[in-house]
């Protein structure tokens, strides 16, 4: 008897010791993945962005030091969801992603200037009072920064709305959160932060306030950052990985909605004469040349919610001088596929310990033998 108690007692330590033994591999398998998808990714992916290098003039014997470079960042089209359509899953997952881009981005890449290009909110054209303070408080803390790195933001048609949208509460309570200065000028670059929804050309009290500040300061500018793409007629001649589908390339824009009117876009070149113009808002990847061949490059979304494949450019520049990088965070595709895999391996693992399916390593090894013995 004494026996028979002693053999269950040993078959009981060894199918406890069994189910502990899984259970330490799955919680192992879990945490590796969690670790890898949720935090390390986005190093990996970002360590390979380097700063571009800016073209230096050939020493003449008189210049004593070169021009200091100004690193920075953009990126567009955060769209932090609202009350209103915001899926609670939908923010953990897409607002944990950019802030864990941003975060690395931060850390690893040490920009000396932010500039967000417009609808950094996705409901902010039609936010409650409580509803706009709740996404400011979110976004603070998703794109918190050290004191010494600048944050410029743009506002943009989700922001304040479109033209016949907006007015003066939506515009005063956005420029109460973001610094509204208008023009923004560090180691000898100016910037101009363009609120493009108001150039409609109507002559509407914002509008018309919003040129006559462009008036003012444009014999200052050497670079404008604005929220609607100047005129163009579609995405037809852009290009890479991150442009516009190919079956909606071709699609003509529409004035005032998809990018600014054709005279509006003429006034800013004529009175800003800009070397370079970065905008948001269409959520893909595009490279213009305008006028007397002014660049324009329009920024891709930061969001997973708008794309696959998120990215943000970083900028080298002096005075004379500008060279342009763009860094590609996680695709969201690649996130989803490790934990697909992860989940399939945890199922092998249950199977194998319910003695459902034969051990991988034990099928190896006996297919390796019969494969030798014939």
Known sequence: MATIRLWFGRQNFCLLKKRSFLLLKLT???????????????????????????????????????????KAMFLADTHLLGEVRGHWLDKLRREWQMERAFQTALWLLQPEVIFILGDIFDEGKWSSSQAWADDVKRFQKMFRHPQHVQLKVVAGNHDIGFHYQMNTYKIKRFEKVFNPERLFSWKGINFVMVNSVALEGDSCNICSEAEAELIEISHKLNCSREHFPLYRRSDANCSGEDAAPADERDIPFKERYDVLSREASQKLLWWLRPRLVLSGHTHSACEVLHGAGTPELSVPSFSWRNRNNPSFIMGSMTPTEYALAKCYLPFEHTVLTVYCGAAGFLVVLILVHLGLLGSPFVLGWKLLRKFKTT
């Open 28 to 70: 192992a398998v879990v945490f590796a993945v969690l670790l890898f998808c949720e935090f390390l990714i986005y190093y990996v992916v970002i360590f390979r962005c380097n700063w571009p290098e800016v073209k230096t003039p050939a020493y003449d014997g008189k210049q004593e030091t070169l021009d200091p470079v100004l």
